[in-house]
């Protein structure tokens, strides 16, 4: 069943309204970066009573309605910003969800390289010189999950391994079929992180960014 995305998201009538009406660019990325922190914790006004987006309103929020409405709210956000980043780790889980045997298949691609072009070459060798297992896709997912739903506690330093895993699973993938990720406009994932050209070689350089940037704690 196709998954429908939803604006605003469900937290609270005060919230919702708030977000439904938020056309203004300023205030839609203050909004999504104030519910990106809120999922993730450790940021200073997170848990202040009479804000409206709180971390205890938001993994409510997620635990009764799932995270995709709010997700929504980071899909227009910078890569290497938080919202931006979990948006990216949100299609990634999404992605894994919805189409586990393709993702499985193009995981246990055996790559033949008897007649590899010099960019295929490259794509692999690149990959091998990340040096460190590739999460299976199950096991990935598992832990985007628990991102997902607001269960890593303590500070943007946190999520650092899980941005580095993520950025290797999907070169793992370019390496070992293609680089491209969605190549269907009508996809309900089509997406301009989805659908750009070479989409999972530019999105594991944008998640490794953002985990240099999250284990630095300078990730919001």
Known sequence: MA??????????????EQLE???????????AHRAAQALIGGFPGTEVGDDPITRSGVVAAVAANGVDDIAELWADSPAT????ALWR?????????????LVARRYATVVDLTE????????LEAALGEARPVLAPTGLRERLDVLLAGDVEGSVTEIAPL???TAG?????AAGSSPAWIEDDTDELA???????SALLATADELTDSARRAAAGLLD
């Open 81 to 84: 910003t938080l919202p931006g």
């Open 191 to 197: 997406d301009r992180v989805t659908r750009r050209d």
């Open 21 to 31: 009406g938020s056309a203004d660019t300023a205030v839609a990325s203050e909004l």
């Open 116 to 123: 590899a072009d010099d960019a295929a070459t490259a794509r």
């Open 163 to 165: 941005l580095s895993a």
């Open 89 to 101: 780790l949100f299609l990634v889980r999404e992605w894994i969800r919805r189409d586990p045997e």
């Open 169 to 173: 699973f999907l070169r793992a993938l």
């Open 3 to 16: 998954r429908q995305f939803h604006r605003p998201a469900r937290l609270d009538p005060e919230t919702a």
